[in-house]
C-alpha cells in the first residue's frame, strides 16, 4: 500500500509499505477523510512535535474516518464496508489513570499518527490502517465520513469545556480562533453560553468565530483592545501563546477559571499574584477522555454544528501540498485529505 511518510521538517514523501493484516481483535480500515491537526504541522514544521522527536519515519494522521475493509478474529459488531469514526486513543488499560478512566493521561498511551511511542504508530496518511475494533464507531444517521473525521478535535473541545465545569449562563472568553478554539466555541453555543468572546490577532479567524456564534471577537494587538471588556468567569486558552494565555489570566473575573488546551512554549511568565489573590483555576487539558462517542452522537442529532469548519479538501496523492497549504496558514480553518 501507499503511504505518505513524515522523514524530517517539511519532507513528507510517498513510500511502499506491506498491507496490514487484521490481527485477532483489529480491524484494517481504508481512511476515506483525514484532518490536518496543529500536531501534524508542529511534526513537518520542525520534524518534531514538543517532547515527541521521531526515530524513524512514520505516517501522520489521526483524526481519520473511514470503511472497514477486513476483520479480525474476535471482532463482533462490525463488517467489512461498514462507515466508521477511529477514536485515535489507545492506552494501556491497566494503570492508575487509566483503571479512574482519565485514561488520557496514561504514560503509555499509544495514538494513531504520534511518535509518542515507539515503535511509531503510523496515522491515516496510508491508504490502510490497522485499527482495535474497540475504536471504531459505527456512523449512526445523521453524520457522514467529512464529519466524522472532525469528532477527535471535537472530542478535544468537549474535554476541555468539561475542565470548566458548568458553562451554563457564565461570559466566556477563548484565546485563539483556530479549529479547537472554534470548536470550544461551538460546544458552549450548544451547552447554553451566555457571552462568548474570541480574541484572535488573525481576521479570518475572528470572522469565522462571528459566523460560528461569536457574540463579540477582539484583536488582541489592537491599542485598548483590553480596557473596555468586562472581566469573565472562565477563559479557554487555545491559541498556546504566553502572550494570550496572559491576556486571558488579566481578564479574569474573580474566581474564574483558566484552561489551558493550547500547547504552550515549555516556559513562560505569567501575572502570577492574580492567580493567587483572585483564586483563579488554571485547569490543563489534554487530549480527551471517554467522549468520542457521546460527540458523535451530539454532532448526528444536529446538537454541535460542524459546518463550514472544512476549508480545503484535497485529494490523498496531494499530502505534501495540503502540508505546505497548512504550514501557510493562509485563510485557513481545517484542511481535510480525502482518500
Ligand atoms: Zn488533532
Ligand atoms: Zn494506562
Known sequence: MKAYLLHGALDIRAEERPDPEPMP?????????TGIC???LHYFRHGYCGKF?????????????????????????????????????????????CRTGRYN???????FGSASCDPHLDGSMARLVAAPARNCHRLPPGIGLAEASLLEPLSVAM??????????????????????????????????ALDITVSDPDPFARQFALQSGADRILDPTAPDAWSTIAPFDICFEAAGSPVALS???????????????????????????????????????FRFANVFEEAMHLVAAGIIRLDGLVTHVHPFDEIPQAMELANARQNVMKIQIAS
Open 25 to 33: 481483535g483489529m480491524v484494517v480500515v481504508e481512511p476515506r477523510f
Open 38 to 40: 496543529g500536531s501534524d
Open 247 to 285: 491576556n486571558a489570566i488579566l481578564a479574569t473575573n474573580r474566581g474564574a477559571t483558566v484552561v489551558l488546551v493550547g500547547t504552550l512554549p515549555e516556559e513562560v511568565s505569567l501575572p502570577a499574584n492574580l492567580i493567587m489573590n483572585r483564586e483563579l483555576n488554571l485547569r490543563g487539558s
Open 105 to 111: 493521561l496514561c504514560a503509555d498511551m499509544r495514538y
Open 53 to 97: 522527536v521521531p526515530k524513524r519515519p512514520f505516517a501522520l494522521g489521526h483524526e481519520f474516518s473511514g470503511v472497514i475493509r477486513s476483520i479480525g478474529s474476535g471482532v463482533t459488531g462490525l463488517t467489512p464496508g461498514d462507515e466508521v469514526a477511529i477514536d485515535p486513543s489507545m492506552p494501556c488499560g491497566t494503570c492508575g489513570h
Open 159 to 192: 474535554h476541555a469545556v468539561r475542565q470548566c465545569g458548568q458553562p451554563a449562563g457564565k461570559r466566556i472568553l477563548i484565546t485563539g480562533g483556530g479549529p479547537i478554539g472554534q470548536l470550544i466555541l461551538r460546544v458552549l453555543r450548544a451547552f447554553g
